[in-house]
């Protein structure tokens, strides 16, 4: 019984010791920026990536966080886009990392929507507050005909000529 009651107790200090807030970020000189100032993407687009870029000395993970600044009235997050990433962890071993945004076409003839990406916290770096926002434009796509056949499509033929001079 005193064994069972050893090795319940050991594991649950293992279980308290593992779930703590104390995890390492990085130490070094870091410094977190948006990879681009501005993106334009048709709405028709799916899931896409903006990336995160890190410079300088890195010994551990960064957390970055992101969030929405809306610049559009009638641009609205989980109505015409959705952030599926908005914590991404940086790896000591990666510089860059990437949150995806899954656009939403609504099918309808509109305007373009904007809104801006921002580096919201930085956990183990420092953030470069002039690259610290990415300017997004969905393109509205649905007054482009091409655009609204999109996907994959099988085409078949027959000559007719051929077949008539058969007979």
Request: charged share 20%; net charge negative; with cysteine.
């Amino acid at each position: 019984m005193k064994k069972i009651f050893l090795l319940i107790a050991a594991c649950t200090g293992l279980l308290f010791t593992s779930c703590g807030d104390d995890e390492k970020f990085n130490t070094g000189d870091a410094v977190v920026s948006m990879g681009q100032a501005e993106y334009s993407v048709k709405e028709n687009k799916g899931l896409f990536s903006v990336p995160l870029s890190v410079t300088g000395t890195q010994n551990g993970p960064i957390e970055v966080t992101v969030g929405v600044t809306a610049t559009d009235d009638n641009c609205v997050e989980d109505t015409h886009y959705l952030i599926t990433s908005k914590t991404v962890t940086i790896p000591a071993s990666k510089t860059t990392g990437r949150t995806e945004i899954k656009l939403v076409d609504d099918h309808i003839i509109n305007e373009d929507h904007t809104f801006d990406l921002n580096i919201t916290n930085v956990k183990g770096a420092k953030l470069n507050s002039t690259l610290a926002t990415t300017h997004v434009t969905i393109l509205d796509n649905d007054d482009i005909p091409y655009d609204r056949m999109g996907g994959s499509w099988t085409v078949t033929a027959t000559n007719l000529m051929s077949e008539n001079m058969k007979k």
